[in-house]
């Protein structure tokens, strides 16, 4: 172990019985670097002040009680060590006075005393509102249901999941609309919606498809890939709905999440580069010219983007028709645009997903006791074409 | 310094004073940029949700061109930088995955070479910082930012995930506005949303959450008595410019927070007139920008 320094843990404070309303308070605690911030708070809390209140049990980022945000980021305070968090908050100003560690509640969620935060209504409820259980077909079987275990290979990273809420504390669609269904349990929709046992597939997607806050309310921000101390990586599995909803169960939602999506392919296969113009119409009302009517919602959207579009034109920001008129964008010079297309028909025959969760990183050479103990499919490579 | 250079699908098109002001700056910094006109759009993560070979197939083919010319690639766009990261993520983890995505570039004569001479792509932020040099960039300012108060604005895809951007060998890419900022002779504006997301993403699906994303953050910005941010990528522009009367109706305050992109602050710094750089195009006025600045140009 190397020698104790100390450190200065400026902790966001709250007693709902004091009636002051937050504030914030400086400790002081003595530990090696490579122990970790939790263990800072409890060394607090033993030698200065009792009522300092802090969730936590293993100490080993298993049990998911001690999410916090530490220097502003969401993470579980077991998991931080407490010499990187205090380098990582001074590094941009190392010639001036040491800055002190800061250690707030989660955010998005109701604080209930110090760092303890009700996870009730911004986490459970929303769990609770996927149905995170098996829907089977109501037969039960003799003994357990038999499915191949490459067939589960795709949900194991939602598995992994420990309910700490540290991407629901990081989620930047969540601060701006609390009715965002939210990572943990979009990550945990996936986990029903790509387990074969499933039955309820298609009714799963379309309800999450279908709802304003459901999985085209995520803003694609990656604050909850960064927050995971899991891997679950809950905005990947929520691309991985998108794409279920949209391209495999064919459902058109109500957001313009599937047709912005199919409207950008069609476009970059057709000019290489984005016609932006083109892709808000084709997002709000795709076949527009005369092939079909667009819904009230569409003309809503496209009216609603006009003002936008006659400012734009007022500075001279889309002075040119290429910008403002739909389809005249030019394409890619010489035969470019054909080779694009190509790459297009080429991997639209199948479309490989590489999950690097899964199959690692096996060009990197792996240090020895790791490949020990590494399962074996993780030094598998993607699965070839069919 | 000679760059193989990915300008990006918005810098030409909303955002035409973008890689209108990057020509400029270039010239002025003495960087050579050879543009990769036969490349494609990075995708923007939109086409990895429909299908990740695809965008993986897409981005190859943008990098086997750069690879053609011998040089290193740059692009002025955040959203680029972290679309086209996370596909050479991909590609780079696993030979028989990149021998499969290089068979359909065959036939257009490219191929992408993991590490080939030294290849690697990066933002112009990252370039100015890491390849550049902050302090050949101070030799080069005739005019010092002095007096402006200057909000970053990162733009998610250079700041997260931090394992897929290069953050364990660069660990401070997310000061590097900051850096740049100081550089020019500004003064940095802490506020809470400079690594935030713009909304820009979901502006067509949900605009409330969009806006009010867009919104807040400038909010914040001027709360902090920001004159300006800057961002190094196009997207966000939109969102935090374009979008601005838009946004100020969804936070219900007046706004108004001139939005520069990344070479127009530093162009500035450097001389070059607001009007040069294509300011007057934005939507929130920049007019006053200039007045802020207490330096004289040399």
């Known amino acids: 172990m190397a020698e104790a320094q100390s450190y200065t843990l400026k902790v966001r404070r709250?007693?709902?019985?004091d009636g002051r309303?937050?504030?914030?308070?400086?400790?002081?605690?003595?530990?090696?670097?490579?122990?970790?911030?939790?263990?800072?708070l409890l060394q607090a809390k033993d030698r200065e002040d009792g009522s300092l209140s802090v969730r936590c049990s293993c100490r080993a980022a298993i049990c998911g009680s001690c999410g916090v945000k530490i220097n502003g980021q969401s993470t579980l305070a077991c998991l931080t060590q407490i010499g990187e968090a205090h380098e990582h908050v001074n590094r941009r100003d190392r010639d001036g006075d040491a800055k002190p560690i800061t250690v707030e509640p989660m955010g998005n969620m109701p604080v209930v005393k110090d760092l303890v935060t009700d996870m009730e209504s911004t986490h459970w409820e929303k769990i609770r509102r996927v149905t995170p259980w098996l829907l089977d077909d109501g037969d039960p079987p003799e003994r357990e249901r038999i499915v191949p275990p490459e067939s589960m290979v795709d949900i194991t990273q939602t598995i992994a999941c420990i309910q700490c809420g540290a991407c629901v504390s990081a989620c930047l669609s969540m601060e701006v609309d609390p009715d965002f269904i939210g990572p943990a349990a979009?990550?945990?929709?996936?986990?029903?919606?790509?387990?074969p046992r499933d039955v309820e597939t298609r009714e799963r997607l379309y309800d999450l498809a279908q709802d304003p806050h459901g999985i085209y309310d995520c803003t694609h921000c990656f604050a909850c890939v960064d927050a995971c101390p899991k891997g679950v990586a809950p905005m990947d599995q929520i691309m991985r709905l998108r794409r279920r909803a949209g391209d495999d169960e064919g459902i058109r939602d109500r957001n313009n999440?599937?047709?912005h999506e199919l409207a950008f392919v069609k476009i970059i296969e057709k000019k290489g580069t984005l016609d932006e113009s083109l892709l808000l119409q084709e997002s709000y009302a795709p076949g527009i010219k005369g092939k079909l009517i667009p819904k009230p919602a569409a003309i809503k959207g496209l009216v609603g983007s006009l003002p936008t579009a006659v400012r734009g034109l007022r500075t001279g920001k889309m002075r040119s028709?290429?910008?403002l008129i739909p389809g005249v964008h030019p394409k890619l010079p010489g035969d470019a645009q054909g080779h694009v297309k190509r790459i297009h028909e080429h991997a639209e025959e199948h479309g490989d997903e590489l999950n690097l969760y899964i199959t690692g990183e096996e060009d990197v050479e792996p240090e020895p006791d790791e490949e020990k103990l590494s399962p074996p499919e993780a030094s598998e490579g993607p699965k070839e074409p069919e | 310094m000679k760059l193989a250079y990915w300008p990006g699908c918005v810098s030409r098109g909303f955002t035409p004073e973008l890689?209108?002001?990057m020509a400029l700056v270039a010239e002025r910094l003495e960087i050579e940029l050879v543009t990769l006109d036969r490349a494609n759009c990075c995708g923007a993560g939109v086409i990895a949700e429909h299908n990740q070979e695809l965008a993986d197939t897409l981005n190859a083919r943008t990098f086997a061109l750069a690879q053609q010319t011998g040089l290193s690639m740059m692009n002025i766009c955040s959203t680029c930088q972290g679309a086209q990261s996370e596909c050479q993520q991909r590609l780079d983890a696993d030979s028989a995955y990149r021998a499969h995505i290089n068979e359909a570039l065959a036939g257009e004569g490219l191929e992408y070479v993991k590490d080939g001479g030294g290849f690697e792509n990066k933002n112009f932020l990252w370039v100015l910082v890491e390849d550049y040099g902050l302090e050949r960039l101070k030799t080069k300012v005739t005019r010092p930012l002095a007096g402006l108060?200057?909000?970053?604005?990162?733009?998610c895809y250079v700041v997260r995930p931090k394992h897929r951007l290069g953050y364990e060998e660069h660990p401070e890419r997310d000061l590097?506005?900051?850096?740049?900022?100081e550089a020019l002779g500004g003064e940095v504006v802490d506020y809470d949303g400079s690594r935030k997301c713009c909304g820009f993403p979901v502006i067509t699906m949900n605009r409330e959450t969009s806006l009010r994303q867009a919104g807040t953050h400038l909010g914040d910005a001027l709360d902090q008595g920001a004159d300006c941010l800057v961002t190094p990528c196009p997207l966000c522009h939109l969102n935090l410019d374009m979008q601005q009367p838009e946004a100020a109706k969804i936070v219900d305050r007046d706004l108004g927070l001139a939005v520069l992109h990344l070479p127009q602050l530093v162009g500035l710094a450097l001389g070059y007139k607001p009007k040069q750089l294509g300011m007057s195009l934005h939507i929130a006025s920049t007019e006053w920008v200039e007045e802020r600045l207490t330096g004289v140009p040399a």
């Open chain 1, 14 to 17: 709250f007693k709902p019985e």
């Open chain 1, 21 to 40: 309303g937050p504030y914030w308070q400086e400790f002081e605690v003595d530990l090696d670097p490579t122990l970790s911030v939790l263990d800072g």
């Open chain 1, 186 to 195: 979009l990550a945990k929709a996936y986990r029903f919606v790509g387990d």
């Open chain 1, 257 to 259: 999440g599937h047709n």
């Open chain 1, 321 to 323: 028709l290429s910008k």
């Open chain 2, 19 to 21: 890689h209108g002001s």
């Open chain 2, 149 to 155: 108060r200057v909000g970053p604005f990162y733009g």
């Open chain 2, 176 to 181: 590097y506005l900051e850096y740049v900022i």
